[in-house]
């Protein structure tokens, strides 16, 4: 069984920071390939950012140079920190992690979501 759980999500200002913790247990290994993704109400789930062991991340073009992806390896950890977030900025955003690629959605485990609200 292995399991994600975010957490750092809450209520911010438009400008301000957060950032986002996602921490991967139950297993020995570690994903190949994580990422980040945020779902608005009654759309898709979307990816934003993504990190594989190796190599240069992925970011959406609606938060490059806002957001920043990093993986904690020997912590099983990933990490996104949002900067100058915006009021459309506010959605659930989720964990994700494939021991191979996250274009094969078959392969990805999920963690629960966590909450970004941006207003004033």
């Known amino acids: 069984q292995v399991q994600l759980a975010e957490s750092g999500g809450g209520l911010v200002q438009p400008g301000q920071s957060l950032r986002l913790s996602c921490v991967a247990s139950g297993s020995i290994f570690n994903f190949h390939v994580m990422g980040w993704y945020r779902q608005y109400p009654g759309k898709q789930r979307d990816l934003i950012a993504s990190k594989a062991r190796y190599g240069s991340p992925y970011y959406a073009e609606s938060v490059k140079g806002r957001f920043i992806i990093s993986r904690d390896h020997e912590k099983n950890t990933l990490y996104l920190q949002m900067n100058s977030l915006k009021v459309e900025d506010t959605a659930v955003y989720f964990c994700?992690?494939?021991?191979?690629?996250?274009?094969?959605?078959?392969?990805?485990?999920w963690g629960q979501g966590t909450q970004v609200l941006v207003g004033p």
């Open positions: 994700g992690g494939s021991r191979s690629s996250l274009e094969d959605a078959s392969t990805i485990s």
